[in-house]
């Protein structure tokens, strides 16, 4: 890097820096009212808190690894050479496609309570809140699979290549064939019972967003070893 991009680049991850544990910091203070107040509450109220709590931990968990990657300390980005920041940044999305998958998987449970509330007649804003969580994560994972991220269309010529193109072909591949069959199987429930056909649903596209993500990330390990 020259000066010019060296000095670019360093007001970008301080920007960064100073964005990620502002995100995390209002997760903190997200998930400690939500967790105060719901504690000492009972029904659709405590199911409310508890959502704004999940939400806010799951900020807290995407502004510190945000933190981690744009930390001030680290300053081998500044002689790294192309080749260094292309294996950073592909490091990055393959961790961010290990974690975000169990993040969505984890709010699953928290949204299969939200459904079961709202297909009683019970729900309040947090329950539809709350069943929306796994899928805005899977649409998350889905997204960095496919490059639509800021930091992939940000560094397309660090992260696009034609080894990435096969991988997120096959990568989309499984979670498509995940997609149908879920979606077949919801169906059916559907047909028996329409509740569960509904509550099958945010399980179809967690997993199918998972699927993608995971399968990216676990192949790109494997022709990393072959590399």
Not at 49 to 62: K, N, P, Q, T
Not at 108 to 130: C, M, P
Not at 136 to 163: C, P
């Amino acid at each position: 890097m020259d000066d010019r991009e060296l000095q670019k680049e360093a007001r970008a991850r301080r920007r960064k820096f100073v964005g990620s544990l502002s995100l995390a910091g209002l997760g903190a203070l997200m998930a400690g009212v939500g967790f105060a107040i719901g504690s000492a509450r009972t029904g659709d109220e405590a199911t409310g808190w508890g959502v704004l709590a999940g939400i806010g931990a799951g900020l807290v968990f995407a502004g510190a690894l945000m933190a981690f990657f744009t930390r001030p300390g680290a300053n081998g980005w500044r002689t790294e050479t192309e080749l260094l920041k292309r294996d950073r940044l592909q490091a990055q999305r393959a961790n961010q496609l290990w974690l975000f998958p169990i993040v969505t998987l984890i709010f699953l449970i928290q949204s299969t309570l939200a459904v079961q509330d709202i297909l009683a007649g019970e729900g309040s804003f947090g329950d539809y809140a709350g069943a929306a969580l796994p899928v805005i994560y899977a649409w998350v994972v889905a997204s960095i699979t496919m490059g639509w991220d800021h930091q992939t269309r940000t560094n397309k010529r660090f992260l696009e290549d034609e080894l990435t193109s096969v991988l997120r072909a096959r990568a989309v591949g499984a979670a498509f064939i995940v997609l149908m069959l879920g979606a077949t199987v919801a169906f059916g429930l559907g047909l028996w019972r329409t509740e569960l056909g509904i509550a099958a649903m945010p399980f179809v596209l967690a997993i199918a967003g998972a699927t993608a993500g995971i399968r990216f990330a676990w192949l790109d390990r494997e022709y990393g070893k072959d590399g």
